[in-house]
């Protein structure tokens, strides 16, 4: 490995690819059984030079080509004629209990390898490594937070694994910060409050607030009874925007500054006590809706449904709508409040739109409509994914995705009714307005659509298979 290289080019990896090609010879796989050559592909990650992976991103292009090594030795064991995969290597890189072999999938591993960084950094007190990697690397912000055009490319490439930037990364949903004399914390733009960052709660408030990119510590004074805060505003409220400062203050006036403890920041990725470990990083990464099934979400965006309707799907396959769990986890509610369809387990989106009763009753009803047989799927994005008629072509089937996500939307408004102002909970009614809602929207969009209300409740796939 060469010292100075560039490791964004894919040269400067091709030691670590000769290594890995070198470990996972022919000749071995030759004389080993599946389950050997299982273990040596397992085992290859640790025993190349790991720093290299631990310290810099490797390009895509590196990590594809050593898992078509590891592939083809899984499989191939040295044959030059062709191999055959029995198992995508996806599936491969699962882990046992998800029905996989446990293959760690380097590309993912690289990740959160890299992240360990970024949470040294942000978590840990001075030290000489962390004076040297940011005199080299790093002269942004106070918290380490961001990527862009003055930062170094090392610094950027954490940010791209950590996904930073966008506000909603994998990493950053699994920090929080616990405020202690904030001088760390930004007020509006870090997590500290729960789950979830102030500018996104109160984006109106923040758009008018003076305190924009200031730390908590200097959003109030230190008085005879103890902390007090005060925001700055650009202009005076409308009466509105009062009601929603009210609420704000109701919300961080929960949190008191302590000035004899530093702001600590905490990794929600499954430690108990908030520590950053890298198998639980990468653990997280597999199980993050974002970046294994980028398919469910093409699909979500092409189906035929409202965009208001998708919008909302899409909060709830990201894990993003205000239900009770949810709120409790950002410290927006306190107590745990039950479903409000069957009134006998917690709120959660997988409960009240797939495991509740109610739920059940509304998709039976959707299936039995269709003539659908179908395995219930009790994940939200694989059940949204396997949503669709295999003899149906694409376009059809964006039908058929877009009664779900009317059958969602459909649940989540009758949830709202009941909470905010009264309703009854009634399955078929739910999943009538959703089938009233997918009619309207073939029959007022833009591909010419013959069909009317009746013919669409008395036979869909007709309906759709014209489509
Ligand atoms: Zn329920």
Redesign the pocket.
């Known amino acids: 490995m060469q010292i100075g290289g560039n490791p964004r080019r894919i040269h400067f990896w091709d030691p670590v690819v000769e290594k890995i090609k070198a470990r996972l010879s022919a000749w071995k796989g030759k004389c080993l059984s599946f389950a050997g050559r299982l273990c040596l592909i397992k085992s290859v990650l640790t025993s190349i030079p790991l720093f290299y992976l631990s310290f810099y991103k490797a390009p895509i292009a590196v990590c594809d080509k050593i898992s078509s090594i590891q592939r083809r030795f899984l499989w191939g064991w040295g044959k030059d004629s062709k191999y055959i995969a029995w198992v995508r290597w996806e599936n491969v890189c699962k882990s046992k209990e998800e029905g996989g072999l446990g293959v760690k999938d380097i590309k993912k591993f690289n990740r959160a390898l890299l992240a360990k960084w970024k949470w040294r950094m942000m978590s840990e007190e001075e030290g000489k490594w962390k004076e040297i990697l940011v005199s080299k690397y790093y002269n942004g912000s106070v918290n380490f937070q961001g990527c862009g055009k003055n930062y170094s490319w090392w610094w950027n490439d954490l940010g791209k694994v950590c996904e930073e930037g966008e506000g909603e990364g994998w990493f950053r949903n699994h920090v929080s910060w616990k405020v202690g004399n904030g001088d760390k914390i930004r007020f509006w733009e870090d997590t500290w409050l729960g789950n979830n960052k102030l500018k996104f709660l109160f984006p109106r408030l923040y758009t008018i607030s003076l305190d924009q990119g200031k730390l908590v510590g200097e959003v109030g004074t230190w008085g005879e009874l103890g902390w007090s805060w005060r925001l700055g505003w650009r202009r005076t409220r409308f009466e509105w925007e009062t009601s929603v400062e009210e609420e704000m203050m109701n919300l961080i006036t929960r949190t008191t500054l302590n000035r004899d403890s530093e702001d600590f920041i905490e990794w929600g990725g499954g430690d108990p006590k908030g520590v950053f470990f890298v198998r639980s990083a990468y653990l997280t990464l597999c199980n993050y809706p974002n970046d294994s099934p980028t398919n469910v979400f093409s699909l979500l965006w092409q189906a035929k449904a409202l965009p208001k309707d998708v919008c909302t799907t899409w909060r709830v396959l990201v894990g993003r709508l205000p239900t009770n769990d949810n709120l409790i986890r950002r410290g927006l509610a306190i107590n745990p409040s ?8 917690e ?1 959660s989106a997988q ?2 739109f797939l ?5 059940q009753k509304i998709w039976v009803l959707c299936l039995r409509w269709m003539g659908i047989v179908s395995v219930q799927h009790k994940d939200l994005p694989v059940h949204f994914e396997s949503f669709h008629l295999p003899h149906l072509n694409n376009q059809q089937n964006q039908v058929c995705r877009g009664l779900w996500i009317a059958i969602i939307r459909s649940i989540w408004d009758q949830r709202n009714l009941i909470v905010f102002k009264q309703g009854i909970p009634d399955a078929e009614e739910i999943f009538h307005s959703a089938q009233l809602a997918t009619w309207l929207c073939l029959k007022f969009g833009t591909a010419p659509f013959r069909f009317s209300f009746s013919d669409w409740i008395l036979n869909p796939l007709i309906c759709i298979k014209d489509f």
């Open positions: 039950v479903c409000v369809f069957c009134k006998a387990s709120e409960h009240i495991m509740c009763l109610c739920a």
